[in-house]
């Protein structure tokens, strides 16, 4: 019989490998207390394992196994580095976004890359912040250890741009006007002179209208 504790923690689920590289089968039970059969009076060194975890010792020997042998072993959380990247659409990496998952805080490098350190299986919430930008997946995200790598989209939030074109205090219509490093079609003021369009927040933009016979 063998007894996982330690730091508050009661573990299931563990593999026990002997040296001879045989697994045994794992214990389901909650209370982090395993039973196997083994060859009564012979010797073996066994090594517990689940991802995530650290165990103190690592393996045990045990001699001379006799009925109702008892063995313990300390249990920790194991700790996991977690990486968090943060691209544009078109696959760029967005720097300078701020990130807090639990006591851990940042931003984003050059790279588009946050990493930080977690203990296994203790949850915090993942949160992204930058000005006029949204997120997918939408965060807050739980990351708890059992995945390393988070990568996010980002995009700019969609801003309004009106206005009206005059001349001598008459509205203008039909007034082509143009964004400076926009894809999209250039766009016209209707009758009223007025004109609208949505621009990503927080970008610069020249703003060219044309109109032949005008400057």
Request: glycine fraction near 10%; charge should be negative; proline fraction near 8%.
């Amino acid at each position: 019989t063998v007894t996982l504790t330690g730091n508050g923690v009661t573990l299931s689920d563990v593999i026990f490998t002997d040296s001879s590289g045989i697994a045994y089968p794992p214990s389901s039970s909650s209370l982090g207390i395993y039973q196997f059969n083994v060859l009564f009076g012979v010797s073996y060194v066994i090594r517990p394992s689940r991802v995530g975890y650290t165990f103190e010792p690592s393996s045990l020997q045990i001699d001379q196994i006799q009925d109702d042998t008892f063995k313990s072993l300390n249990v920790s959380p194991a700790p996991v580095d977690i990486t968090v990247t943060v691209n544009t659409n078109a696959g760029g990496p967005v720097p300078n976004v701020s990130l807090t998952c639990g006591k851990a805080a940042g931003s984003t490098d050059s790279y588009g890359k946050w990493s930080f350190t977690m203990l296994y299986g203790s949850p915090c919430s993942l949160q992204l912040s930058a000005d006029y930008m949204t997120f997918l997946p939408t965060p807050p995200i739980t990351v708890d250890g059992s995945k390393t790598e988070y990568i996010f989209t980002a995009s700019h939030k969609s801003c309004g741009l009106v206005g009206t074109i005059t001349v001598n205090g008459s509205k203008l219509s039909d007034v082509e006007l143009r964004l400076a490093g926009d894809p999209r079609e250039p766009f016209l003021s209707n009758k009223d002179g007025a004109y609208s369009t949505t621009l990503p927040c927080g970008t610069p933009f020249t703003l060219t209208p044309l109109l032949k016979g005008y400057s």
